[in-house]
């Protein structure tokens, strides 16, 4: 079970690879038809991985959202999901440039560091680490969209600065565009964001974990919090243009790789669990 | 006699240069009315756009009149010959005729399909007729011109989606905006391309258009006609904090918008993306506004890049377009020429009358005892002869009309029987006696009285 699980990622992986390919033909040949082969494409991919999924959690017995690969995958998950209701229930052009990418990205780190199923340590066992997860996970599908369109939005600014516009014209979506995106997806990912990290808060307490407020993973993602905080509160309440905005997305976007990809595996004394 | 047209366009001078030679209507008669002195030519427009600005004449010397309007243009500009020189190109004969009518059919413009340039011809056409410039040959090379452009854009999709000056201008709006929901435009000046643009915006949804005018009567006026609000002009601070769209095209010789006017103003409006574009020439908008955040600015150069996207879409329509000034071109060529023969052959026939009454005056004497059946069979005869003379020569004259080759029939005519001072194709001179030549005379004076009708009827 564990490898046709993992066989049936790999078709999803590649699935998602045919529908960017399929996404940058409708964008840079402008082929509308491509942009829809790419969403079923996407769809297809979608629903093999929640299949991969769902057979790992029925191989595992639990929720599989433990270790590195379990968590990259149900990230990357989450985001396709975005994508895909984006997709459908908006008509912002060319989401999957951006989305894709990410929703690759996530997959090939997953892929790269596999690692069969494992047992549930004890510490683990717990109704407010399994909200904690899904909670987190949820947050970091809608903020790496936010980020996601973040960049976009500065490198189509800054195109549209310099007056090249060739590439940008009526392939982008426009800027108004994704800045409701940047600003919908961090008012959708800040809210669960700090619902994860009091689920986290409430878990060190009770289990004792010694300075935990001291942990980089902790302080990186306070920082994170304040960073998404501050767009929100400066995007409603102050005069903060749109640029400002993408930035601190992008700014966001990064700490949220950071603590992913360094400060949990690397740095943290207390979130690696079976390592 | 030739047709010359000289000029810069965006093709071979930037828009510093082409700024500096604007012509407007008054600038424009000066120099038609230069460039007759100078270069003895008959008939003169003028026109000048943001992207051209080019001399026609009708002349007998092409490199005489080219150098006229060259040096009439560095005059009028304050350049030196030397420095305009690299940027101007020259057409004579057919090749200007074919450039007025792809100019006409808009081919040459920046925006290959683009409205405007239609009115503008009709404009300077207009100016030039009305100041009694034109006559016979560019009131009918003109309106064929208007009605090519008329055509071009009725008989191909060249101008289907339309990416003219204005509307390149609304693509890179809603490359900013995504669509226009409760967004607000300001026009600065009320021009025509002012006018043009607001209607293009109001076409894609917008609904609140602000105008503001120099001119307050004309502000009121342009508000009326696109159902905006004119506002002040003193205030522009306000209304660039209320706007989110400004198009300047105002006549305004100097920059009306600083970037000090736009920085204030983002602190009004919280910073929302300003979008501007500066359609006039000279320049109203100063460039360093392009450096304020959330300030995107645009000049005519700058649509240089939407226009190449459109322009490569549109080449398969162009080809189109190019057949249909080929078609139209030949017809005008066939007309011109025979312009050039039917006052050669109506010269031809006066001279030789001429001779003939001459002749039998001088004999009149001698022919005292003829009775006057006699003499009428006298000068039957001698007009007989006249006739049989001139009959072939006649025939393959009028048949060389359409032709190439008409050319040289026409100049040995006038060389081997000295028919010289072929004066402006107005009418004067030889013409008045061919019968075809006074109909042109009548077309002639007819178009110059109802050029403005006629030519309004080309809209």
């Known amino acids: 079970m564990e490898h046709v699980s993992a066989i049936v990622l790999w078709v999803a992986f590649l699935l998602y690879c045919g529908a960017f390919a399929m996404v940058l033909v409708a964008v840079f040949a402008r082929h509308e038809g491509f942009n829809r082969l790419g969403l079923w494409l996407v769809a297809a991919a979608w629903a093999l991985q929640t299949l991969a999924v769902a057979l790992r959690a029925a191989d595992a017995g639990r929720a599989p959202v433990v270790g590195a690969y379990e968590s990259l995958t149900a990230v990357a998950w989450s985001v396709a999901l975005v994508y895909l209701v984006l997709e459908l229930f908006t008509r912002v052009k060319a989401i999957g440039l951006y989305v894709l990418p990410v929703v690759i990205g996530l997959l090939v780190a997953a892929l790269v560091g596999y690692e069969a199923p494992r047992e549930l340590e004890p510490a683990l066992r717990s109704d407010i680490v399994v909200l904690h997860v899904i909670v987190m996970l949820t947050a970091v599908g809608a903020l790496y969209v936010a980020g996601g369109a973040a960049l976009l939005y500065v490198v189509e600014e800054r195109q549209l600065k310099r007056r090249h516009l060739g590439g940008v014209l009526g392939r982008l979506p426009s800027l108004a565009t994704l800045d409701r995106l940047i600003f919908h997806a961090t008012l959708l990912g800040l809210p669960f964001l700090t619902m994860g990290m009091a689920a986290g808060v409430i878990r060190a307490e009770t289990f004792d974990v010694e300075r935990w407020w001291f942990d980089p993973m902790v302080l990186l993602s306070i920082a994170a919090w304040a960073v998404y905080a501050g767009l929100l509160w400066g995007r409603l309440r102050a005069d903060w243009g749109g640029r400002r905005v993408a930035w601190l997305a992008v700014v966001g976007l990064v700490l949220m790789l950071v603590i992913r990809f360094a400060a949990v595996p690397y740095l943290s004394g207390f979130h690696t669990y079976g390592s | ?459």
């Open chain 2, 1 to 459: 006699m030739l047709v010359v047209v000289t000029g810069i366009s965006h093709k071979t001078a930037p828009l510093e240069l082409r700024e500096k030679l604007a012509l407007d209507a008054e600038a424009a008669l000066r120099v038609e009315r230069e460039l007759a002195t100078r270069a003895g030519a008959c008939e003169a427009v003028a026109l000048s756009t943001c992207n051209r600005t080019e001399l026609y004449a009708y002349a007998k010397d092409s490199l005489a009149a080219s150098q006229a309007a060259v040096a009439c243009l560095a005059e009028q500009a304050g350049v030196p010959v030397a420095e305009l020189g690299p940027s101007v190109y020259s057409y004579s004969g057919d090749a200007a005729i074919a450039h007025l009518f792809r100019v006409t059919a808009s081919l040459d413009s920046m925006v290959v399909g683009e409205a405007q340039i239609v009115a503008q011809m009709k404009a300077a056409y207009q100016g030039a007729c009305e100041g009694g410039c034109t006559s016979v040959v560019f009131n009918r090379l003109f309106r064929r011109a208007l009605e090519v452009g008329k055509r071009v854009r009725t008989e191909t999709s060249i101008g289907e989606r339309p990416v003219s000056v204005s509307s390149a201008a609304v693509e890179l709006a809603l490359q900013v905006f995504g669509k226009f929901r409760d967004h607000v435009v300001l026009i600065l000046g009320a021009g025509e391309t002012s006018e043009l643009t607001a209607t293009y915006l109001k076409a894609h949804g917008i609904e609140r258009i602000l105008v503001a005018n120099r001119t307050y009567a004309a502000a009121e006026e342009l508000a009326r006609r696109v159902g905006g609000r004119a506002v002040p002009f003193e205030d522009l601070e306000g209304q660039l904090g209320a706007a989110d769209i400004v198009v300047a095209s105002t006549a305004a010789p100097h920059v009306v918008v600083t970037r000090e006017h736009v920085e204030r103003a983002m602190k009004h409006r919280r910073h929302r993306p300003l979008f501007l574009i500066d359609i006039a020439v000279p320049r109203d908008l100063d460039p360093a506004i392009a450096r304020v955040d959330n300030a995107f600015l645009y000049d005519i150069d700058d649509l240089q890049h939407v226009v190449d996207e459109n322009r490569h879409e549109r080449e398969k329509e162009a080809a189109k377009a190019e057949r249909i000034v080929a078609e139209e071109l030949d017809e005008v060529r066939t007309w011109l020429r025979s312009l050039e023969v039917v006052p050669t052959i109506a010269g031809l026939r006066d001279s030789v009358e001429k001779i003939r009454r001459a002749e039998l005056e001088r004999l009149g004497n001698r022919l005292g005892d003829l009775s006057a059946e006699q003499r009428a069979q006298v000068e039957l005869l001698t007009a007989s002869i006249v006739n049989k003379i001139l009959h072939a020569p006649t025939v393959r004259m009028k048949e060389a009309a359409g032709r190439e080759e008409c050319y040289l029939y026409v100049d040995a005519v006038r060389t081997l029987f000295g028919l010289n001072g072929s004066g402006c194709a107005g009418g004067e001179g030889e013409r008045d006696d061919g019968g075809r030549g006074e109909g042109e005379r009548d077309e002639g004076a007819r178009a110059a009285d109802d050029c403005r009708d006629g030519a309004s009827g080309d809209a």
